[in-house]
């Protein structure tokens, strides 16, 4: 006997625009205050690159000038335009001032050691990063995240998680060297910072896209995903800094280059996973999971679960790296690897088996959903599309016979395809499971859409 | 889902519980951690004094000019303390800290007695440069008690500047 089980709605609030906006949009603007915050001390503390306003001022103003311009035109519309005008001319003019604030935040990170030096390392970290970030995204094998959101997740991690951190670190590190002892418990207070100031700086931005992209954040693969991308994003502008850094204090000895490539491969290729993407990725599971869990009690249980592995795992690695000291030669090289998989190693393993339990959750409910579906006989989804859609590796293969035959354009018309009917899929999965805020009229405009994919991509 | 079988969301949000349950292990170990080397209750009220930090001379081994708090990157320098304010039956140590925490100068453990013709604590160069690593710098003269400093007498901090 198989029947759907009772259960509460993880999101029983049908229509009209959910609180989570509301909550978002309190979170933003507390974001906002604390990135004006750090720009006024700043300029108040630390206006050692005076150029920087003007050069980035420059796209503000044009930003703000459109803003401008958009602006007076929605007073020619009629009432009903009026507001969508307005609404662009707000945006716009919210961009002109987060770019304000954001780059010329971004500017102290690699200001010590140069524009060149700063623009070498910046050269050098993009290959890795992007290569992380497209492993990350790969591996959402059922449903490939937008790539927009997860580069607005990296931009979050490497830009505002940054800015938010950095007064905050200092403020606790000025403190700390002025009350207590040096040692080991400084370097724990220090540690407790880190850990906990750079995964909330971080873990805001997987919050917000949970409170406002939740169509494109299904459940803890999801999570996982933008959560990584997040820490890759603050990995980078990391990267940067203590490759510029450690350039400059090594340069007069003629070890500038040296010291800054081995940053570069602590962070960029032997920490660009086990690091600020695993600790990150653990705040995204938290969400990913109470995305999916039907009462409030449990979502908040495990989005705090989340943080607090984040910060443990961070914390563990900052604390009592120095308990694992590298030696020199062949040896040290070897305990440098050592010390990063015995010490964030674990982390990792932890966030890859829910990876895994989370991918393997999502394809049998998408494999459940497909089967139902096409069991409608709508033709939405043919019983002979099931065993295929349910396999990445069958999709490929399916992809590659369009492409044999018809070429490019039939090998992206059948993605396309399939894409939407696993969005089908996915929006059924949560519809059983009462998760979905939207209307059921937007699940048959999908099935519209995707029978005129199908009519496209036949061959 | 059938009646009877788990929910795979459950799964997750219980091996979620179990690592955060890991996680408050480790925070709690970096709190024990914390109190065993900063324990507040052992302080004593007793204040050193650190007479000042100057531009040193390490073939001479003296002192020369005024206090100062910023350096630059090729200049020598070094504090000096008065043990005499410091009662003898105390265990002390005075260190220098460069930016990233490594010792880079150090007098005692001992009686303060024992210092008292060791009053200049110089900032040695890291090994291999030929400059000192430019941030801010903390001079803490410690009061040790069973083989760990647990309270600090006087505190200064010095500025090594970049260029």
Known sequence: MSAVAPRRSANPRPHGRPARYRLAALIAAIVVIVMVANSLLDYVFLDTIPGRTSLFGLVAVVLVAVATFVFVRAFERDPAQRTRYLVRAAVLLGIAALLWLLVSDAFLFASSAGPVVAVVSTAACIPTTAFGLFVIRRIDRNEKEPWRLVLVAAAWGALVATSLVIWGESFWEQIAVRTLVPGPGLDATQAFSAGLLEELGKGTAVLLLFLVMRNEFDDVVDGIVYGAAVGLGFNFMESLTYMTNLYAIFDPAGAGPIAAGFQWYARQVLGLFMGHATYTAFVGAGIGIARQLPNRRSKVLAIVAGFVIAIAAHFSWDAWLNFFPIGGGLLGLAGIHLRTILMTGPFTTVVIVLLILGLRSESTALSAQLRKEAATGAGVVVPEEVDILRSPWRRFRERLRALDRRGIGAYVRLARLQAAQLDLAMERWHRERQELDEPLEAEDELRRKILVLRQLAAF | ?163
């Open chain 2, 1 to 163: 889902m059938a009646v009877g079988q788990r929910d795979p969301v459950v799964t997750l949000y219980r091996t979620l519980l179990v690592c955060a349950a890991v996680g408050i292990v480790i925070l709690a170990a970096g709190l024990a951690e914390f109190f065993y080397f900063e324990p507040f209750a052992q302080s004593s009220g007793l204040h050193a004094r650190i007479t000042g930090v100057y531009a040193y001379d390490p073939v001479t081994h003296q002192t020369s000019g005024p206090d100062r708090s910023t350096f630059l990157r090729t200049e020598q320098f070094a504090a000096t303390v008065d043990w005499s304010t410091l009662p003898a039956n105390i265990t002390v140590q005075a260190i220098w800290y460069d930016s990233f925490s490594n010792v880079v100068g150090q007098v005692g453990p001992a009686k303060p007695a024992d210092l008292a013709n060791q009053a200049t604590v110089p900032v040695e160069l890291p090994q291999g440069l030929s400059y000192h690593l430019p941030g801010q710098y903390v001079f803490a003269v410690e009061r040790d008690q069973g083989g760990q400093p647990v309270e600090v007498l006087a505190r200064r901090l010095v500025e090594v500047e970049r260029t």
